[in-house]
């Protein structure tokens, strides 16, 4: 298996762009989770979906924040509008069942908002 | 909230050598305690999880400890390589379930050769 694939790699857009990041999980893999990291804060869960349900979306900054998962192979992570404050590196996990096993996570997206 | 605290931030120890990085947790009401490795601009790579029923989990020169009624969990690294160096981040849940992550800030090893 190919692991997470997130894309882009890279993304520098400016202040007020809608930006979008995409996320490809493990085939199989029922759960799908979005970290955000920065030097400040470190590692942060933002939402979590099972089964392409949305479960806990509580770490989700704000209203600017949005995220779709419409199919089992497929997630979105928008920001609209963007902030250089929204700057910081963007991961994709997936997992079978984290009470057993751990989470795969992808190579992230660093987004910089200038 | 679970909180999770690494020491030391940073650790630079010559090739060889044995080494113990730490983690602490506030809420012992955990379903796992996880020790991931970070390269530099990479994603992250899990090493070893250990389950709340669990004392210990050992992978080659890698051996991670649980004390929950401490908050406490240790990960030693025997006979370090320059290849070990990294940052290493330990991750807890909380009483919510094992799907909320709580990470430490991580405690960034340099093993010169």
């Known amino acids: 298996d190919a692991g997470v694939i997130q894309s882009p790699r890279h993304e520098v857009t400016e202040m007020g762009q809608e930006v979008t990041l995409r996320c490809k999980p493990i085939s199989g893999h029922d759960y799908l989770f979005w970290y955000r990291q920065t030097m400040m804060r470190g590692l942060e869960l933002l939402i979590y979906?099972?089964?392409?349900?949305?479960?806990?979306d509580s770490g989700m900054p704000e209203d600017r924040f949005s995220a779709k998962m419409p199919n089992a192979s497929f997630s979105t992570l928008k920001i609209q509008p963007s902030e250089p404050r929204d700057s910081a590196v963007y991961f994709c996990?997936?997992?079978?069942?984290?009470?057993?096993?751990?989470?795969?996570f992808g190579p992230g997206t660093r987004l910089t908002v200038l | 909230k679970q909180e999770v605290t690494q020491i030391p931030a940073a650790l630079s120890v010559p090739e060889g050598e044995n080494l113990v990085l730490n983690c602490s947790f506030t809420d012992s009401a955990i379903y796992n305690l996880q020790w991931f490795r970070q390269d530099p601009g990479k994603g992250l790579t899990s090493l070893l999880l250990i389950q709340s029923s669990q004392r210990e989990q050992t992978s080659g020169r890698l051996n991670a400890s649980l004390d929950k009624s401490s908050g406490r969990s240790t990960l030693y690294i025997a006979a370090s390589q320059p290849g070990d160096s990294a940052t290493y981040l330990c991750a807890a849940d909380d009483q919510t379930g094992a799907n909320n992550l709580f990470f430490g800030t991580g405690t960034r090893l340099t093993v010169i050769p």
């Open positions: 979906f099972n089964n392409n349900v949305p479960i806990d």
């Open positions: 996990a997936s997992s079978l069942d984290p009470t057993g096993d751990t989470q795969y």
